[in-house]
């Protein structure tokens, strides 16, 4: 008997591989009803993201969340042994979260819009719910994060994933040529590097001859950046960096979709810049060109941290509700499916 669901399961991942849902479905459910130890948690786990294609996100929720109580060590199931999270157990996560339901923009009331199992990512964070999922507000096209922990800033600043310390070299050129514009834009020499992760983006302003400080949550890589850059790295949440010194040019790289407030930050952040100073911003773009291309492989949708998804059209909002003009907009050469923004103050 065993044999026989074997065989179903290999048709339904086969239908999968060939992009026919719907009958790789009927066959996932049939596993799925059977509670077959071995078999049922994987085709939950399946069903979670079909039903997301589906875009029956209380559905995909239930399967994704199914998956795991069935087999709390899942991850073994899903991921390569080298994963970081290969050991996993559903079991350990037990950190109480916020679940939101107003958009971070406007306050209406967003609608569910998708679920992910985060964990299959390589930059999951313990104490993050594998399970995300994503709402969206129509009125400001903007997708955010239902459920996040509520101990969000204290699971940052205590994890240091080796991923995001990783210098990737072969962006330096591209940053290089971001600096170059930049300076089409802003003249002064006075940097603010928010969120300065593994220095990337401060080693190219050093070359620059940018007089450059760091903002960084986690202290791990700030001391490291600090060192290696011999540059000030603040090791804090940039809500909580106090200065008197106003800025040519502020640094927003891939930070504001880290945020659960992200028009505080973006008001501080104008509060910081010189009368014609210039922000420089990236995050991410859901409706990018790549995520067009990619929908739900699109690693994006996945990654724990990351509580808000911005159009172009909703980040144009947030910016023009903070007080900023958009001046630029560009495709990132250094992340598929990010935008690369140069604003002034309004
Ligand atoms: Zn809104």
Excluded at 2 to 15: G, I, K, M, R
Excluded at 222 to 230: I, N, P, R, Y
Aim: charge should be neutral.
């Amino acid at each position: 008997m065993n044999n026989s669901y074997e065989d179903v399961f290999t048709e339904a991942e086969q239908l999968l591989k060939n992009n026919q849902d719907h009958d790789a479905e009927e066959k996932y459910l049939l596993l799925h009803d059977k509670a077959h130890k071995e078999l049922s948690p994987i085709a939950s786990f399946r069903l979670g993201e079909i039903y997301n294609r589906k875009k029956l996100v209380k559905e995909s929720s239930q399967f994704h969340t199914n998956a795991f109580l069935q087999d709390p060590l899942l991850a073994n199931k899903l991921i390569p042994e080298t994963h970081p999270m290969y050991h996993f157990n559903y079991l350990s996560f037990k950190e109480p979260e916020h679940k939101v339901t107003a958009c971070p923009l406007c306050s209406l009331q967003g609608e569910l819009h998708s679920c992910y199992n985060s964990l299959t990512n390589v930059d999951f964070v313990q104490g993050f719910n594998p399970v995300r999922i994503w709402m969206q507000c129509r009125s400001c096209n903007h997708i955010f994060a239902h459920n996040y922990p509520i101990k969000l800033n204290k699971i940052l600043t205590n994890s240091s994933p080796e991923l995001y310390f990783q210098k990737r070299v072969e962006t330096l050129p591209i940053i290089g040529d971001i600096f170059s514009n930049i300076k089409r834009f802003s003249k002064g020499s006075k940097l603010l590097d928010i969120g300065t992760g593994a220095g990337e983006m401060a080693a190219v302003a050093k070359e620059f001859l940018y007089s450059i400080t760091g903002v960084e949550i986690r202290p791990v890589y700030a001391k490291h950046v600090s060192d290696t850059l011999e540059i000030p790295i603040v090791k804090t949440d940039f809500m909580h960096y106090e200065t008197n010194e106003l800025y040519d040019v502020i640094i927003l790289g891939d930070v504001i979709e880290h945020t659960p407030e992200p028009l505080k930050v973006l008001k501080k952040v104008r509060t910081l810049l010189k009368k014609d100073g210039i922000l420089w911003i990236s995050t991410p773009n859901f409706e990018s060109g790549y995520t067009a291309i990619m929908k739900d492989k699109d690693a994006m949708w996945r990654v724990c941290e990351h509580v808000n998804y911005f159009s172009y059209t909703s980040l144009l909002k947030a910016l023009e509700i903070s007080g900023f003009v958009c001046m630029e907009y560009s495709a990132s050469k250094r992340f598929y499916g990010s935008m690369e923004l140069i604003v002034a103050k309004q």
